[in-house]
């Protein structure tokens, strides 16, 4: 009910103040498991993709933003949800496999799940590695990655900015990226291809420097 009410009253209005610049959108599959990855460059990507997108996006969200009490905790818990988010413990010390277990339940029952392969916002702009657990989802769930290149949306909201603000975004959905291709390989390799190809891809759509190592996660970083 929530991303219902939440996608009729959010396209509308974002689209009317930011009248973003979308291409590509026909490579989003219709219908049956789909990942969307996507360069990260600001808090508001998680909001942009769904809000664009053709059908709903599932992303992760910290599950503070679904336990708070009174008015607040109900407008945070009615917004993240009405923009597809899962609640995820990044406090538990099985985080990241439960991410990716949350991730593979969407992906099976046939739904769209948005993922950074670079694991947090990048603070320079440049594009960095991405980690290989868009590889492990595509090859595990059988399903086909679609790249997201993103532009502007760190203007919006720049790091240390607590405040919304109006700016020119681009949106670009690439051709799928097949997890076929790369049957027969060993699963290692298999996902790190498959993962570098994921990246290649953003690079062309964001237009972004590359840069030649992974992104670490700052400290206390509230991405």
């Not at 808090?43 to 009174?70: E, M, Q, W």
Request: net charge positive; aromatic share 8%; charged share 20%.
């Amino acid at each position: 009910m929530f991303y219902r009410v939440g996608a009729t009253l959010l396209q509308p209005v974002s689209r009317l103040l930011y009248r973003p610049t979308i291409t590509g959108i026909e490579n989003v599959p219709p219908k049956g498991g789909v990942i969307l990855a996507s360069n990260h460059l600001s808090f508001i990507d998680s909001f942009a993709i769904p809000l664009v997108a053709p059908r709903k996006v599932s992303f992760l969200a910290k599950s503070d933003y679904f336990t708070g009490s009174g008015p607040r905790g109900l407008l945070s818990r009615g917004f993240f949800s009405s923009v597809g988010a899962i609640p995820v413990d990044r406090n538990s010390s099985r985080a990241a496999q439960e991410s990716l277990d949350l991730a593979l339940e969407v992906l099976q029952a046939g739904g769209a799940f948005g993922i950074y392969p670079e694991g947090t916002r990048s603070r320079d702009g440049r594009l960095y590695r991405g980690r290989t657990g868009v590889g492990w989802l595509a090859l595990t769930a059988g399903v086909p990655v679609v790249p997201v290149g993103l532009r502007g949306t760190d203007q919006i909201q720049p790091v240390g900015s607590r405040w919304p603000r109006l700016a020119k975004v681009s949106v670009a959905f690439g051709p799928p990226i097949h997890p076929e291709t790369y049957a027969g390989m060993p699963a290692g390799r298999a996902r790190r291809e498959l993962t570098d190809d994921v990246m290649d891809a953003i690079a062309l759509l964001s237009g972004q420097e590359r840069a030649d190592t992974y992104n670490e996660v700052p400290t206390l970083d509230p991405s």
